[in-house]
Protein backbone atom coordinates (compact mmCIF):
# COMPACT_ATOMS: atom_id res chain seq x y z
CA UNK A 1 0.00 0.00 0.00
CA UNK A 2 1.65 3.53 -0.94
CA UNK A 3 1.68 5.82 1.78
CA UNK A 4 0.51 9.56 -0.26
CA UNK A 5 0.78 13.03 1.33
CA UNK A 6 -1.66 15.58 0.39
CA UNK A 7 -0.44 19.03 1.43
CA UNK A 8 -0.55 22.51 0.49
CA UNK A 9 -0.70 26.00 1.95
CA UNK A 10 -3.91 27.49 3.70
CA UNK A 11 -7.14 27.73 1.15
CA UNK A 12 -5.04 25.76 -1.36
CA UNK A 13 -8.12 23.63 -1.40
CA UNK A 14 -6.05 20.26 -0.03
CA UNK A 15 -9.33 19.04 1.94
CA UNK A 16 -11.37 19.26 -1.42
CA UNK A 17 -8.72 17.41 -3.44
CA UNK A 18 -8.62 15.11 -0.73
CA UNK A 19 -12.58 14.62 -0.65
CA UNK A 20 -12.67 13.96 -4.23
CA UNK A 21 -10.31 11.10 -4.27
CA UNK A 22 -12.58 10.05 -0.82
CA UNK A 23 -15.67 10.43 -2.56
CA UNK A 24 -15.00 9.31 -6.61
CA UNK A 25 -12.54 6.75 -5.79
CA UNK A 26 -13.53 5.39 -2.16
CA UNK A 27 -9.56 6.56 -1.03
CA UNK A 28 -9.20 6.03 2.88
CA UNK A 29 -8.29 9.86 3.47
CA UNK A 30 -6.26 10.81 7.02
CA UNK A 31 -7.20 14.15 7.58
CA UNK A 32 -4.97 15.36 10.27
CA UNK A 33 -5.95 18.47 11.19
CA UNK A 34 -9.63 16.73 12.19
CA UNK A 35 -7.73 13.59 14.22
CA UNK A 36 -5.72 15.57 16.10
CA UNK A 37 -8.59 17.73 17.58
CA UNK A 38 -10.00 14.33 18.16
CA UNK A 39 -7.03 13.51 19.99
CA UNK A 40 -6.25 16.72 21.91
CA UNK A 41 -9.78 15.87 23.37
CA UNK A 42 -9.33 12.21 24.27
CA UNK A 43 -5.91 10.58 24.16
CA UNK A 44 -5.21 10.59 27.71
CA UNK A 45 -1.39 10.63 27.10
CA UNK A 46 -1.69 13.76 24.64
CA UNK A 47 -4.13 15.57 27.63
CA UNK A 48 -1.89 14.91 30.28
CA UNK A 49 1.32 16.70 28.09
CA UNK A 50 -0.74 19.77 27.04
CA UNK A 51 -2.00 20.51 30.73
CA UNK A 52 1.92 19.82 32.30
CA UNK A 53 3.20 22.09 29.12
CA UNK A 54 0.45 24.74 29.44
CA UNK A 55 -1.27 24.34 32.64
CA UNK A 56 -4.28 22.27 34.26
CA UNK A 57 -6.83 25.25 33.80
CA UNK A 58 -6.17 24.90 29.52
CA UNK A 59 -8.69 21.76 30.48
CA UNK A 60 -12.31 23.14 31.57
CA UNK A 61 -14.04 20.11 32.65
CA UNK A 62 -12.36 17.57 30.55
CA UNK A 63 -13.02 19.98 27.00
CA UNK A 64 -9.54 22.21 25.90
CA UNK A 65 -10.37 25.67 25.94
CA UNK A 66 -9.00 26.51 22.33
CA UNK A 67 -9.04 29.87 22.82
CA UNK A 68 -6.84 30.17 25.95
CA UNK A 69 -4.76 27.34 24.50
CA UNK A 70 -4.16 29.63 20.60
CA UNK A 71 -3.80 32.77 22.41
CA UNK A 72 -0.89 31.46 24.45
CA UNK A 73 1.24 29.10 21.18
CA UNK A 74 -0.25 31.91 18.57
CA UNK A 75 1.64 34.78 19.98
CA UNK A 76 4.86 32.88 20.92
CA UNK A 77 6.64 30.86 19.07
CA UNK A 78 8.44 28.57 21.27
CA UNK A 79 5.25 27.64 22.85
CA UNK A 80 3.81 26.97 19.57
CA UNK A 81 6.51 24.68 18.97
CA UNK A 82 6.39 23.04 22.10
CA UNK A 83 2.79 22.20 21.53
CA UNK A 84 3.56 20.86 18.24
CA UNK A 85 6.56 18.57 19.55
CA UNK A 86 3.65 17.04 21.79
CA UNK A 87 0.87 16.93 19.15
CA UNK A 88 2.77 15.51 15.99
CA UNK A 89 3.98 12.24 17.43
CA UNK A 90 0.31 11.44 19.13
CA UNK A 91 -0.92 11.80 15.10
CA UNK A 92 1.76 10.07 13.49
CA UNK A 93 1.00 6.93 15.95
CA UNK A 94 -2.63 7.33 15.25
CA UNK A 95 -1.80 7.21 11.60
CA UNK A 96 0.34 4.10 11.27
CA UNK A 97 -2.97 2.41 13.17
CA UNK A 98 -5.00 3.67 11.38
CA UNK A 99 -2.81 2.51 7.96
CA UNK A 100 -3.35 -1.22 9.30
CA UNK A 101 -6.79 -0.96 8.58
CA UNK A 102 -6.25 -0.29 5.16
CA UNK A 103 -3.20 -2.52 4.23
CA UNK A 104 -4.87 -4.21 1.21
CA UNK A 105 -5.46 -1.10 -0.58
CA UNK A 106 -3.22 0.27 -3.50
CA UNK A 107 -2.90 3.95 -1.70
CA UNK A 108 -4.21 5.61 1.44
CA UNK A 109 -3.68 9.37 1.46
CA UNK A 110 -3.03 11.84 4.69
CA UNK A 111 -3.87 15.67 4.36
CA UNK A 112 -2.58 17.68 6.42
CA UNK A 113 -0.78 21.32 6.19
CA UNK A 114 2.53 20.60 8.09
CA UNK A 115 3.84 17.63 6.79
CA UNK A 116 7.16 19.22 5.68
CA UNK A 117 7.01 21.14 8.84
CA UNK A 118 6.77 18.53 10.92
CA UNK A 119 8.63 16.08 9.16
CA UNK A 120 6.24 14.06 9.07
CA UNK A 121 6.59 12.81 5.65
CA UNK A 122 9.78 11.18 6.14
CA UNK A 123 6.68 8.52 6.70
CA UNK A 124 5.26 8.56 3.54
CA UNK A 125 5.94 7.22 -0.05
CA UNK A 126 5.66 10.46 -1.24
CA UNK A 127 3.99 13.63 -0.83
CA UNK A 128 1.97 15.82 -3.33
CA UNK A 129 1.16 19.85 -2.48
CA UNK A 130 -1.46 21.69 -3.90
CA UNK A 131 -0.27 24.89 -5.42
CA UNK A 132 -2.46 27.97 -5.97
CA UNK A 133 -1.60 31.87 -5.74
CA UNK A 134 -1.72 34.08 -2.60
CA UNK A 135 -4.17 35.72 -3.97
CA UNK A 136 -6.70 32.84 -4.33
CA UNK A 137 -5.75 31.50 -1.30
CA UNK A 138 -6.67 34.76 0.41
CA UNK A 139 -9.63 35.26 -0.92
CA UNK A 140 -10.79 31.53 -0.12
CA UNK A 141 -9.65 32.06 3.01
CA UNK A 142 -11.44 35.36 3.83
CA UNK A 143 -14.84 33.71 2.25
CA UNK A 144 -14.64 30.29 4.10
CA UNK A 145 -13.93 31.53 7.98
CA UNK A 146 -15.06 35.47 7.56
CA UNK A 147 -11.05 36.57 7.89
CA UNK A 148 -9.93 39.52 6.58
CA UNK A 149 -6.87 39.22 4.40
CA UNK A 150 -4.39 40.84 7.41
CA UNK A 151 -5.57 37.67 9.31
CA UNK A 152 -5.21 35.01 6.28
CA UNK A 153 -1.95 36.93 5.58
CA UNK A 154 -0.73 36.52 8.85
CA UNK A 155 -1.70 32.84 9.02
CA UNK A 156 0.13 32.48 5.36
CA UNK A 157 3.09 33.71 7.38
CA UNK A 158 3.54 30.64 9.58
CA UNK A 159 3.92 28.14 6.84
CA UNK A 160 6.43 27.36 4.14
CA UNK A 161 6.28 29.41 1.03
CA UNK A 162 4.70 28.02 -2.40
CA UNK A 163 8.51 27.27 -3.39
CA UNK A 164 9.79 25.59 -0.09
CA UNK A 165 6.63 23.30 -0.32
CA UNK A 166 6.95 22.42 -4.37
CA UNK A 167 10.84 22.13 -4.46
CA UNK A 168 10.36 19.00 -1.74
CA UNK A 169 7.63 17.55 -3.27
CA UNK A 170 7.30 14.52 -5.48
CA UNK A 171 4.54 16.21 -7.43
CA UNK A 172 2.22 19.20 -7.84
CA UNK A 173 -1.11 19.38 -7.97
CA UNK A 174 -2.39 22.81 -9.68
CA UNK A 175 -5.47 24.26 -8.43
CA UNK A 176 -5.09 27.97 -9.65
CA UNK A 177 -8.79 28.16 -11.40
CA UNK A 178 -6.40 28.43 -14.81
CA UNK A 179 -5.49 25.01 -15.37
CA UNK A 180 -7.93 21.92 -15.25
CA UNK A 181 -8.07 19.74 -11.97
CA UNK A 182 -10.26 16.73 -12.20
CA UNK A 183 -7.69 15.26 -15.27
CA UNK A 184 -4.86 15.70 -12.71
CA UNK A 185 -7.02 13.85 -9.98
CA UNK A 186 -7.72 11.06 -12.40
CA UNK A 187 -4.37 10.69 -14.06
CA UNK A 188 -2.62 10.77 -9.94
CA UNK A 189 -5.57 7.76 -9.20
CA UNK A 190 -4.73 5.53 -12.15
CA UNK A 191 -0.70 6.15 -11.43
CA UNK A 192 -0.94 5.20 -7.89
CA UNK A 193 -3.05 2.06 -8.59
CA UNK A 194 -1.23 1.15 -11.28
Not at 64 to 89: Q, T, W
Not at 132 to 159: N, P
Not at 170 to 192: A, F, R, S, T
Request: charged content about 25%.
Amino acid sequence: MLKIGITGGIGSGKSTIARFFEYMFQVPVYYSDVQSKRLIQNDALLIQQIQQAFGEHIYIDGVIDRKALAHIVFNDEEKLAILNSLIHPAVEKDFEQWCRTYSHLPYILKEAALLFESGTYRNLDSVYTVSASEEIRIARVAKRDSSTDAEVKARISKQWSEEQRNSHAQGIIYNNDEELLIPQLLQLHQKWTA
